[in-house]
């Protein structure tokens, strides 16, 4: 959701992924490592205890895009994340909840899920960050579970928060999880990169974050989109061709389709009533995010 594509003679693009995993009090599933303060040394780089990344790649001239940071908010380290390049192809700095990366250094996502039995009602960090123009940084979550009778993986709901101006200061940021399914989900991912772009990560982009939680309120249920609690809604949803969206009574603006690994898929410049269409997208489940941090959630099915 962050596709990135990786060989020596041409442009990469990766996925970026967030680890989750330790029981911590009641019914409540917490990160392993929250704070970034355990770090591994792995041949000639280091990496958060617990996480996996793209620094492996130092074998083939790219300098480690994900770095541990003496400027945290608590404790005395955080985790950067940062766009480099060997010269010739830019990649992004990431996080994930298993090796990315096969032996050969090709694209292998199978491992990054893990085993997650509970349903968040939001994820809170503590980030700063710096997008370089054109780029932006994203932090998403997606929770899953096998459906026995279809024989496939059904998603279950996610969440994201999308960056696209400079943050100078650690700021507390919080999205929700919103649940399409009201089943529990059996497993779960993180998305956290530099570059969210799919086509164009750009070297210098950069996102810090520290303190990673997740947050239980009350007891979750299935995601009702379209509430009265905000003007913008999405319809029909699920849709397989043309998504109408209304802004209610808010100006014209940018609004971003981001999909469930947090990568972004497209930009538009719509009207208070506009249609976008959405037929040539994959299916599955999408945020539409608008300039003013408005958050619709939706799903494309075939």
């Known amino acids: 959701m962050f596709e990135y594509y990786f060989t020596t003679m041409k442009k990469i693009q990766f996925t ?6 330790l029981v911590n009090g009641t019914m409540a599933q917490q990160v392993l490592n929250q704070n970034f303060e355990q ?6 780089y280091t990496q958060p205890s617990s996480w ?3 620094n492996q790649l130092t074998v083939l001239g790219f300098e480690a ?6 400027q945290s908010y608590s404790g005395n380290f955080a985790v950067r994340l940062e766009t480099k390049t060997n010269g010739a192809f830019a990649v992004p700095g990431l996080l994930s909840t298993g090796p990315v990366l096969n032996p050969n250094l090709q694209p292998d996502f199978s491992g990054i899920w893990i085993p997650f039995n509970y349903k968040p009602d939001s994820v809170v960090c503590y980030v700063k960050a710096a997008p370089q123009a054109n780029d932006s940084s994203v932090i998403a979550v997606q929770f899953t579970r096998w459906n026995q009778a279809l024989s496939r993986t059904d998603t279950v709901g996610g969440g994201a928060f999308y960056a696209s101006q400079t943050i100078d200061s650690f700021t507390r940021i919080s999205f929700p999880v919103e649940y399409d399914l009201p089943f529990q989900p059996d497993t779960m991912m ?3 990169t530099s570059s969210a772009s799919r086509t164009n990560p750009i070297t210098g982009s950069w996102l810090v974050i520290d303190e990673v939680i997740f947050v239980y309120n009350q007891p979750t249920s299935l995601h009702v989109l379209n509430s009265s609690v905000t003007k913008l809604q999405v319809y029909p949803n699920p849709c397989s061709s043309n ?3 209304n802004l209610g009574q808010t100006a014209p603006q940018n609004v971003k389709i981001i999909n469930t690994l947090g990568q972004l898929v497209s930009e538009h410049f719509i009207n208070a009533e506009s249609i976008i269409n959405v037929g040539l997208m994959q299916a599955g489940a999408y945020l539409l995010v608008c300039e003013d941090g408005s958050v619709a959630r939706f799903v494309v099915q075939p």
């Not at 895009?65 to 003496?70: C, E, N, P, R």
């Open 65 to 70: 895009g994900t770095t541990l940071d003496t």
């Open 39 to 44: 770090w591994d040394t792995i041949g000639d």
């Open 190 to 192: 993180m998305i956290a």
């Open 16 to 21: 970026c992924l967030l680890f989750i995993g």
């Open 243 to 245: 998504l109408h969206v």
């Open 52 to 54: 996996f990344t793209l």
